[in-house]
């Protein structure tokens, strides 16, 4: 009977998500009510096709990250606007993903749209794609804003033209204009890239202001980008993937 009892105590073990032991959330389950749109579980990403490791269409973040957006999602709501995520803890073998496919130079599918000026053999000398991403260690996540009450956004449909992420008529994102889409492989993306004025740039400032706030730092090369100040794994690259 011990060694039953043993025996089920260990599957029970193996059972359970690796997230659900390591201090990670779904972000959903902290703030149902911050937007979501996982573009790694979609075809609509720079690699077109869904991406290694994504298996539901869900941001999962430490504890602490979830926590802190939260407070900046209560602000954003009394401004008239909310968050919406496009990628939140990314599995290293997502990343793995990207290292081959940057490496492969005939595929060129998603160019036009996500890195139109820059020749696909720079990537990684550009510092685009790397082998290892802060995402991974579960307090970094690229998001933006939704003025409410949002409008409908249209889904990708692979194999559609694609439009330069930095076009006026860019894909029809539901977003407050930042002057280039997500994940746009361009200097315009640069958080203070002195080219961007207007509306775009006070919408940028906002995004950047409210995250500090919460004890969030922008990486300056994606305005999208934002790392937990004290994320508790700094050093630890996990593997598990998105999924409940």
């Not at 059972?15 to 996982?38: E, K, M, Q, S, W």
């Not at 290694?52 to 008239?80: F, H, N, S, W």
């Not at 160019?111 to 000026?117: A, D, L, N, S, V």
């Not at 994940?183 to 500090?212: I, W, Y």
Request: hydrophobic fraction near 35%; glycine fraction near 6%.
């Amino acid at each position: 009977m011990r060694a039953l009892l043993l025996s089920a105590l260990l599957a029970l073990s193996f059972a359970v998500p690796a997230h659900a032991t390591t201090g990670f959330v779904v972000l959903r389950d902290v703030d149902p009510t911050i937007r979501h749109d996982i573009r790694y579980y979609t075809a609509h990403n720079f690699v077109g096709t869904r991406v290694d490791g994504y298996r539901a269409p869900l941001c999962i973040l430490t504890k602490q990250a979830a926590k802190a957006l939260r407070t900046v999602q209560r602000e954003m709501l009394k401004q008239g606007y909310t968050l919406k995520v496009y990628d939140c803890y990314r599995p290293q073998r997502a990343v793995d993903h990207f290292v081959r496919w940057a490496r492969d130079l005939d595929d060129q599918r998603m160019k036009p749209e996500f890195y139109p000026r820059v020749d696909k053999t720079r990537l990684f000398e550009d510092g685009y794609i790397a082998e290892k991403s802060g995402h991974s260690r579960g307090s970094t996540l690229d998001l933006t804003i939704v003025k409410l009450p949002s409008r409908h956004q249209r889904p990708y449909v692979p194999g559609e033209r694609l439009v330069d992420c930095t076009a006026p008529g860019r894909f029809p994102d539901n977003t407050v204009n930042m002057a280039t889409g997500y994940d746009c492989f361009d200097t315009l993306s640069h958080t203070d890239d002195p080219r961007v004025t207007g509306q775009a740039r006070e919408n940028r400032q906002l995004l950047k202001s409210a995250m500090a706030g919460a004890g969030f730092r922008n990486l300056p090369e994606e305005w999208w980008h934002f790392t937990l100040n004290d994320e508790p794994f700094p050093d630890t690259y996990f593997n598990f993937p998105v999924a409940r």
